[in-house]
């Protein structure tokens, strides 16, 4: 009896701490008991040896449905429920891994293609697709160059049938992709309208199980929308890798708009400069076309004046000549006056200036001068004109400054500081001596801007000298 009693309890301990087959206790025989407790445990040890060799898909021999409630706290249950907990684990750590490595591959591209909005949004677009096994995919970014009328531009689509977009224009709040954008949040369907998308291959046509249309955001700002179709449903951690990778498109489409910018203000710029460029060489053959034209009218003036002394006994003739010489006279007086007020407001423009400003000829000789120069020789600008520097100072010194500009003009510029001494006044001028061309005497002569810096050196000695004390 007692030895009964122990085979009864040594089979209840087995069903409560090893595994209850859920079957009617029976007690027979001590060896059958034991050998059903041997049994279990080396089940328990091949389940172990299994889980640990990462086989997760183990499974304990004889635990079943109808005897699940039964081994909730046996040792069976137990590791089957660590077996669960296992695969949960896995399958967060692959998850994880998945997502780690598909921003990080990712990230690299968006780096690679920033500077290129279109290829970025396409590579973006291509690997989005492929990394979440959708067979379709597109990419909108919002159109905000006019504040008043923003849109929802198609710049990427991946495998699309191209009847599906009609236009690549959709207006806020327009269908789906205008209402995720209006709203803000993704939208994933799994009833698909029979209108709206087919997936085609080479085999058909097939409607898509699942779209998720979801906002791209960058500082909560919404940068594009992504669309994509696929036959199978998006889980949400694949819903939280594309809400992060958003993130890099977002901040690249960003930096690529500001880039696309710049390019265009820079070529504005650039296009601004050279049209300045084209006015100014304009200018200067419209200056030479004015004087080829004041010399084109001189010479038709002397032979107008040659055919009247030709022509005295054809008086009705001469009076016609009469009058069209007296035209191009009026004509070339109209230039002639003009050309005198154009150099007036030239001469008042450098009048303006508080620096010397000249223009010798190649034998040295004033070709232009403001006032500032000839007040500097006590004399006006036009006695100026025509006078050289042995008109002022001794030949040597004369001749000394001549050489001096004549390398200046042969080197092409040169900027030095020197002591000016005219009607027994020394001054410090900075100056500056360049070649010039002079298109009206065909000739290359000097031009000089000068700057009295007598005030600003003594002021330097008066500090050097401060320092000293």
Partial sequence: KERHNLILELEENNRKFLFDPGTSLEVKNLRGVIENSIENFKKASEFVKAITSKNYSVQWNGLEQSNAKKNVNTLAGEMVKMRDQMIATKQEDERRFWVNEGLTKFSELVRNHQADLTKLTEEATKFLAHYLKAQQGSLFIINDEDENNKFLELVACYAFDKKK??????DIGDGLIGQTYLEGEAIVLKEIPSDYIEITSGLGHARPTCLCIIPLKYNEKIEAILELASFHFFEPYQMDYLQKAGEFVASAIIGAKVSSRMKVLLEQSQQQSEEMHAQEEEMRQNMEEL???QEEMARKGREMEDLLNQSSQKEEEMKVKLKEVEKVKRENDDLISYMKKFKTTLLNILDQLPHKVFLKDKDGKMALANTVVAKAHNMTVDQLMGKSDFDFVDAKTAQEWRDQELAIIEKGSETYIFDETLKGKTKTLKTTKMAFFI????????????????????LKKQVEEKKKR
């Fill in 165 to 170: 977009y009609v236009t690549k224009h959709i």
């Fill in 291 to 293: 004087q080829a034209t």
């Fill in 439 to 458: 298109p009206h005497l065909n000739q290359t002569g000097l031009l000089g801007i000068q700057t009295d810096i007598t005030e600003l050196q003594e």
